[in-house]
């Protein structure tokens, strides 16, 4: 178990190439001795040295932890389509909890502190505003095998789990923000829904905000969200007045219109007072904009 972080400590960070996973390498290869672990796409980061790994390779995953010892791993990868996981269920309940457990019971093995990355969507979305210690109900089998993975990441006796929602910010892979940018560019009118509300999260912010945990050597549930609730449509037309796009291409619709396969809970947004005692989550106009500066 870590008892301080300082400049020889190492840190393992899994899914490397994902919008998380490579922007927290980015950050912290400046001031710690850092890998990545990719799986479908190979990355090339600066002061980072990475590795393939199929976490579901139980024997794998232990040589490379047990090789690299690492004072702390930070699990990001995940299979997030939720209506992927939805129609392949062996496959998440493969990636997302199989996986966590590998990744978890390695980390124990090496004595690393373990931070999982985790989903509003643990969440039924009845109430909104959760907080941490509100009973988690998940609808869909993304948000459940989620679930399990924190079940999973609780047996370790130094462990922070990390729930955060709508996570945003420039990668090569689109989402909700990149996308609703290019098709505004391009003049597409899109549909958005109204009836729908999160708290969407800058990924650079939620970089600083787990960085913050583990220097601080926190440990349990922390909602790592943006400071906000809104509904996906106030914030597509946020998106389009930061960026200075057309807001009149955005036509409001209800969950109801859409052919989602998967539910999706109404109101997951997350309650920040945890966390912000430590470090104040950005709001949407502050993420926005500085997500724009860094362009």
């Not at 190492?10 to 400046?30: E, P, V």
């Not at 470090?279 to 362009?295: A, C, F």
Request: glycine content about 6%; hydrophobic content about 35%.
């Amino acid at each position: 178990m870590i008892d301080k972080m300082d400049l020889r400590s190492t840190i393992l960070i899994t899914g490397g190439g994902g919008l998380l996973g490579s922007k927290l390498a980015t950050t912290l290869s400046d001031k710690y001795k850092t890998f990545t672990t990719y799986n479908t796409h190979t990355i090339g980061l600066r002061n980072s040295c990475s590795f393939y790994l199929d976490i579901t390779n139980k024997k794998e995953v232990q040589k490379l932890i047990r090789e690299l010892s690492p004072d702390v791993i930070i699990h990001t990868a995940a299979l997030t389509d939720v209506d992927y996981c939805e129609t392949n269920k062996k496959d998440a309940w493969s990636v997302n909890v199989e996986g966590t457990g590998n990744i978890a019971e390695a980390s124990k093995r090496a004595d690393s502190k373990f931070v999982y990355i985790s989903t509003d969507y643990v969440f039924n979305g009845r109430e909104g505003l959760y907080k941490e210690d509100d009973q988690p109900n998940p609808i869909n089998y993304y948000g459940k095998t989620k679930l399990e993975g924190e079940k999973l990441v609780q047996k370790l006796d130094d462990h922070i789990i990390a729930r955060t929602s709508v996570l945003y910010g420039w990668h090569s892979k689109l989402n909700f923000v990149t996308w609703i940018i290019q098709e505004l560019k391009q003049e597409h009118r899109i549909d958005i829904v109204k009836d729908q509300f999160n708290s969407p999260t800058l990924a650079d912010d939620l970089v600083d905000m787990i960085l913050k945990l583990i220097e601080t050597e926190k440990e349990g549930i922390f909602h790592v969200s943006g400071s906000e609730r809104i509904s996906r449509y106030d914030f597509a037309k946020k998106i389009a007045g930061i960026f200075e796009l057309d807001a009149n291409l955005i036509n409001p619709i209800t969950s109801d219109e859409l052919n989602w396969i998967a539910k999706r809970p109404l109101d997951s947004s997350l309650d920040v007072s945890k966390i912000s005692i430590i470090k104040r989550p950005l709001n949407i106009e502050e993420g926005l904009k500085k997500m724009k500066v860094r362009k």
